[in-house]
């Protein structure tokens, strides 16, 4: 967790820099990009004023603003004291404070350093699997002497059972708590949470989605050697090896090593799933055209299609659900600019929208951020909103027809109160069904898309530029390039469409698929 | 509930409803007709008093409650609380005003939020405007339980775990919950058991005497109406037919229309003989409301054209029938498609006029002026076109009741009723037909 917080503070400073200079350059130009970036200020000026106005106080607040007119204050209010607040951050920043700020995060990181570097259970020092043969078959470098494929597998083990004992700690601790503490005998969720219990097929996703976060949240532990060595740049890494010829342990870089473990479709050069190459590396998938290890490649790759999909569904889900929200409580014209906006984004074919913004976007530091992946996510989300908004409309307007929509009104609620509290925890079994499987078929459109070129660059792994790679040779002995990630990509997505349908069955048993048509979105799981 | 001496124009109503109208827009895009859903009523409810609203569904009593409360956008009138405009109020005197004004829900399945627990529901509007402290609203919430008959152990319950009456009390712990003086009751108990709608019925009642508030009764059901309130008033169509102390107006109905919703109540005893009124087919479409009296497309009672005076009753229920047809035929000929089908000639309506009027007059006996305006309205109708024949008939033997609005005229001290029967020179309906009530 804390080398989680490390690299995620390091990735801020990284990020902020180009941003920072990207934004002056907008403003300076004086073109659609300023213009932009001084709408969006604005809106940021509002969202911190209104969560300050929250925490101030409204009398002290309307205190400042009675001399406008009323229809003016409100806005006033919030764009006033946001605008303060980014102002004297803007000049603390301007005038050295943000050298403090800058110290205070270093002492932070410092202290949490450490921490990070202390070892692991499931680091990969741990248990190594990396190492040579000597002529009398006894192995040098892995984990008791163990050969790599039996050491690298007791590391999966290993990390497979920690992350099912943490899965048990969540789960009887949730039971303890619903046994002891929780102050409601009885909630609503509880009954959804015995319905999963019966559910099959849901299990059998989770199992899947369980599998697939584990791969992703364990890549650097999981791979038989690490990504920076064998993927990113080989010729910085070498390895020891038993040289036969010379008779003695030698050093060769991983670059050279790759370039004679290549898979290419025939058997002198060809390793398939599970062999060992000349340098006593073990490959549990085989390898890529390029000689890099597959299982490494793969594991990587799921952290990038995860991270990238999350991203990507949650924006999409979030612009969605307030949209969703916006035009079922105001309806009339707010509803019907948002039909004409997303009806103009899904009237265009989605796989030429994310081409072109793709290709539009490629020089903004945006592309920078995440090897493309980030973009990737954007433009995901920017293109794919629509879609999920049409599945929320629907529930978001039957709720907000309900009676204790109308008496919230009634006592004085507001009206982001109203949408928060009584139409958003209705929605948010949807939430979860159709963002599972929405999340699916964002998979599969990443992989698409590598395969196509686009997307994440090279050389960051990603599952379809293997699916690419191995194109040719499906036919031959190195099948493994293309099926396996194939095969992967495949589960996974069933795997996330069972945890949609499981949600779906579990939340609203009554509508079986019956009160909303979700059929348009899951169809939709299959891809762009 | 029962201070009978309270009656009438209050000398300083609570809530006071000045020409209120409430239309929906249509949901066409052009040449749509609005629903006049609420059509100019007026009425005023006095301090400590329980006003009844009842109609058939459909008549706009919902809305009516809803406008009073602003929860609808009100296209007209004024509706004053406390001496106080409401329909003036900014958004921050709206917000401050609401806690005065309150609402309990028919439905109790759909008036409280199921995500929440019956804790919270209470709560929200006492969060909402910010009322005392942390465990003051705690307090208030528990004694709020208690005081509608449930159980301060129940904060921590969810709405599931509760029965329709015991929903319908949090709904009123909830109304109740800001302190209000005027609460409006949108059926409060017609989704409920027989059993249970005594039990909240009494609650409403007790704590109408506890808080002293005022309520807003709306209902379909009149003998809930006889036994809670002070004054009723009758709806139809959007319009406030008759209003009046509820046991003079049970007792003696001056309007035609109550006088046929009241008949309908079935007596217990079966060897009274009771002559019920029976209304000819359904309530008219309030986005195309008959002109003049509301009521006069079904009334029993209408005003008839004194030259057709030999007319029998039999006979004027055939040509009323015989108007009815031809109106309709004559609203669907002015829809374009059916306009553009008339002029290619593939007019497809099933009988024609004259067969109509076969089957309606074959077996009854005309007076012969009324037969021969019936037989030219025919011969136009095939001639030049139901509008023109509608207008020829409407010339015959329509009447004031179908030409003008009708005013509201006081029948007796604190009543008023909308009928032109009340005017000077036409019978009083009890004079017309003796045979009911």
Sequence with gaps: MAAGAVSVGTAVAAATGPTATWVRGALASRGPAGVAVVGLSVLLAWLVGVVVAARVGSERVEAATAALPPRLRRPAERVGLGGVVLVGCWLAVRFGAADAVHAVGETALAAVRPIADLPTLTARETVPNRGYQLPDGTWRGTFLGLSPAVAWGVRVLLIHLYVLAWAAWVWVGYLLFRAHYRRADWTPRDDAVRRLRGHRWGQFGLVVVGLFLTMALFAPSLGTTTAEQNLYSPFSHTIQYYDPDLGRVTEILVGNANSQTRSVGYAAENLGPGSYDRFGRFHPFGTLTNGKDLFTFLVHGARVSLVVGLLSVGASTVVATAFALLSAYYRGVADLILVVTSDTVMGVPRLLLLILLTVLLADTPLAGLYDGGVLLALVLAATGWPFLWRAFRGPSLQIAERDWVDAARNYGQSPLGIMRLHMLPYLVGYLLIYSSLVLGGVILAIAGLSFLGLGVTPPTPEWGRAVDMGREYVATESWHISLIPGAMVTLVVIGFNAVGDALRDVVDPQSDSGATDPSETESRGGGV | ?437
């Excluded at chain 2, 498609?337 to 005309?366: H, M, N, Q, Y």
């Design chain 2, 1 to 437: 509930m029962s201070d009978s001496e309270r009656s009438g124009a209050d000398r300083d109503p609570l809530v006071s409803v000045e020409g209120l109208r409430t239309y929906y827009a249509s949901e066409r895009l052009i040449g749509g007709k609005p629903v006049k859903a609420v059509d100019g009523v007026s009425f005023e409810i006095g301090r400590g008093e329980t006003v009844g609203i009842v109609g058939e569904s459909g008549c706009g009593k919902t809305t009516l409650g809803r406008s009073v409360l602003r929860l609808e956008d009100v296209d007209a009138g004024r509706v004053y609380f406390d001496g106080r405009d409401v329909t003036e109020l900014g958004r921050r005197e709206l917000k401050s005003w609401r806690q005065d004004a309150q609402m309990v829900y028919q439905n109790p399945n759909t008036a409280v939020n199921e995500r929440m627990t019956v804790g919270q529901i209470v709560r929200e509007p006492l969060d909402v405007h910010g009322w005392g402290t942390d465990s003051d609203r705690r307090d208030r919430v528990a004694e709020l339980l208690e005081t509608v008959g449930l159980e301060a152990e129940h904060y921590h319950r969810y709405p599931h775990q509760f029965s329709g009456g015991q929903r319908q009390r949090i709904g009123i712990a909830r109304a109740l919950a800001p302190e209000p003086e005027f609460i409006v009751l949108d059926e409060p108990v017609s989704a409920l058991d027989v059993s249970v709608q005594a039990k909240i019925l009494n609650l409403l009642t007790d704590l109408q005497e506890e808080l002293n508030l005022t309520y807003m009764l709306i209902a379909h059901d009149l003998s809930v109406v006889r036994h809670v309130c002070d004054r009723v008033g009758v709806m139809y169509l959007g319009k406030l037919m008759e209003l009046g102390p509820t046991e003079e107006l049970f007792r003696s109905p001056s309007n035609p229309y109550t006088r046929a919703l009241l008949s309908a109540i079935p007596h217990a005893d079966p060897t009274v003989s009771q002559d019920r009124i029976t209304l000819r087919g359904s309530p008219p479409s309030p986005r195309d409301p008959p002109t003049g009296c509301g009521f006069s497309t079904r009334c029993p009672f209408k005003i008839r054209p004194t030259e057709h005076d030999a007319v029998d009753e039999e006979g004027w229920t055939r040509i009323e029938e015989f108007r009815a047809v031809l109106r309709d035929r004559a609203r669907n000929a002015d829809g374009f498609v059916d306009g553009l089908k008339r002029r290619l000639g593939v007019d497809d309506r099933a009988t024609p006029i004259r067969e109509v009027r076969d089957d309606l007059f074959g077996d009854v006996s005309l007076p012969e002026a009324a037969r021969e305006r019936i037989d030219r309205a025919v011969a136009t109708a095939a001639e030049e076109g139901v509008t023109e024949a509608t207008e020829l008939l409407d010339d015959a033997f329509g009447s004031v009741c179908e030409t003008e609005v009708p005013d509201d005229h006081p029948t007796a001290a604190g009543r008023l009723s909308r009928c032109h029967r009340h005017r000077d020179e036409y019978e009083e309906p009890d004079e017309y037909r003796t045979d009911t009530r």
